[in-house]
């Protein structure tokens, strides 16, 4: 027997895309089933006022499609799941796996020197959030104007406008373009690499921006009481996606949540363990708040014994700087800024380990595009459509121990050279941070007894190699060292 949908959407180039996607997950689940689609246009896409939400409510861009499906035009409805309220009403949401939640910021290649930028928006979240972005690109000032329509419109009033140098874009959309848009249409498609290629892409890291709660995720929107509907869509339903974009609507809502205020609220899964980016002005006391931590650790103990105590106090080496090859045309990651960068060629596409590399490297003009956040080189490598370049490269110290086989680059030497802080803290500890893999051996033969006790690290590569010598009770996870001494640090 043979099944039919008629499925509801937005009639804009990137919603069709969203819908195309859907409509073949479902072909791959149910091959026999016949799909109808309906586009429709929604009070967001008719007002083109500066802030629609004020007047209109939130759901501007979805209230109207929700109105068909209650009144049975359509069977289901594909949203951008950030766009949809978080009050509960007559119908329910399943979602497929998730795609990239970060933000991008597109800057006008020909504006890319100039010390005053105007970047395009007309999200409050996004507004607030460039004055973060002076350390990252190298500009002393920043203004937003208001800017509205899709994707390509936005594109094209950057280009076209003397009033804005960048735009800031959801890298999902941005994605979904390249991958399926000329599977939709190809004129439109056409026209938005063309207007693509005339700007230079920063993915902004989660750390310091994070995105709007579920952004990079598809809704797909039934009837409570419209089983067989379910049944279909239950189908293609990712379960994990959908629990983490309901905690993010969750943690939004306490915080007085819609899409008008000032709040960014991403989760991310990285090795098993759900990672909380959040930022933004808590609408019930007006009270700002910065808080990334792992939702899901289990606790240690709080002690006072802990290592590194104070990281002003802490050395373990010194490093030599060693003369980098000429490199060019290139993805090149820079774990440190401590060796030449001064002689790296500014073509190259540039991809900092965290933010820190990031900001200290913006200082010496060398602009990185994209940072692993601190979470490992296995995560979210920019695709080549942003990099360019596919031969990739790392600056690393001589020698490095690194799990990732990236093709290494001597950028400097570790010399042992601890202090007589750190070796007292040392052997005074109890519960270990580390920062690097080649630190805990140095330790490890200077103090053997550390593998008794317990150690903690960020994710990445150190983590990786601490698995194989530690066991799994006496090891655990943190955001960065700030987390672990919040968390585990005794004060008193």
């Not at 350390?135 to 419109?153: A, E, F, Q």
């Not at 899964?269 to 650790?297: M, P, T």
């Not at 002003?312 to 000429?326: A, H, T, V």
Request: with cysteine; hydrophobic share 35%.
């Amino acid at each position: 027997m043979s099944l039919s949908l008629i499925i509801g959407s937005r009639a804009s180039f990137l919603a069709k895309i969203q819908t195309f996607i859907v409509k073949q997950e479902l072909k791959k689940k149910t091959k026999s089933i016949k799909i109808i689609t309906k586009y429709h246009s929604t009070k967001g896409d008719k007002n083109q006022a500066h802030a629609p939400w004020k007047n209109l409510g939130y759901g501007i861009f979805t209230t109207s499609l929700t109105k068909g499906l209650i009144n049975k035009h359509f069977n289901c409805v594909v949203h951008s799941y950030k766009d949809l309220p978080i009050l509960k009403s007559k119908t329910d949401y399943i979602t497929i796996t998730r795609d990239d939640p970060r933000d991008l910021l597109l800057i006008k290649k020909k504006s890319i020197n100039k010390r005053n930028l105007i970047i395009g928006t007309s999200s409050p979240r996004r507004r607030s959030s460039v004055r973060d972005l002076k350390d990252l690109i190298g500009v002393k000032n920043i203004k937003t104007k208001t800017i509205r329509g899709n994707v390509t419109t936005r594109l094209l009033k950057v280009t076209l406008k003397n009033q804005y140098d960048a735009v800031f874009m959801a890298k999902a959309a941005i994605d979904r373009i390249f991958k399926y848009g000329n599977k939709v249409d190809k004129v439109e498609t056409k026209k938005f690499l063309n207007l693509f290629k005339k700007f230079k892409p920063f993915i902004l890291p989660l750390s310091i921006f994070p995105t709007a709660a579920s952004q990079g995720a598809i809704a797909i929107e039934y009837l409570k009481n419209d089983k067989k509907t379910k049944s279909i869509l239950n189908k293609i339903n990712c379960k994990k996606t959908q629990s983490i974009c309901n905690q993010e609507r969750s943690l939004l809502k306490k915080y007085g949540g819609g899409c008008g205020l000032d709040i960014g609220i991403t989760i991310e899964e990285i090795k098993n363990n759900n990672f909380l980016f959040s930022k933004g002005v808590d609408a019930r006391n007006n009270k700002e708040f910065h808080i990334n931590k792992i939702l899901n650790k289990k606790s240690i103990k709080k002690t006072k014994s802990i290592f590194p105590q104070n990281i002003k106090d802490y050395q373990i080496f010194s490093r030599i700087e060693l003369k980098l090859p000429k490199i060019k045309n290139s993805t090149i990651i820079l774990t440190r800024p401590d060796f030449s960068i001064k002689d790296l060629n500014n073509n190259n596409f540039f991809i900092t380990s965290g933010i820190q590399t990031w900001k200290r490297v913006a200082k010496e003009n060398k602009i990185a595009q994209c940072s692993f956040d601190g979470l490992g080189e296995d995560y979210r490598l920019p695709e080549i459509y942003y990099r360019n370049y596919k031969n990739i490269k790392k600056i690393t110290y001589k020698n490095s121990m690194s799990i990732y086989k990236t093709k290494q680059i001597n950028g400097y030497e570790l010399i042992p050279q601890i202090n007589s802080k750190t070796i007292n803290n040392l052997f005074n500890a109890k519960v270990f941070y580390w920062m690097s893999y080649s630190a805990f051996k140095l330790a490890k033969a200077i103090r053997p007894d550390i593998v008794k006790y317990q150690h903690c690290s960020g994710p990445g590569s150190t983590f990786e190699q601490l698995k194989k010598e530690i066991p799994k009770k006496r090891l655990k996870l943190f955001f960065n060292y700030k987390d672990f001494k919040e968390s585990v640090y005794q004060t008193r």
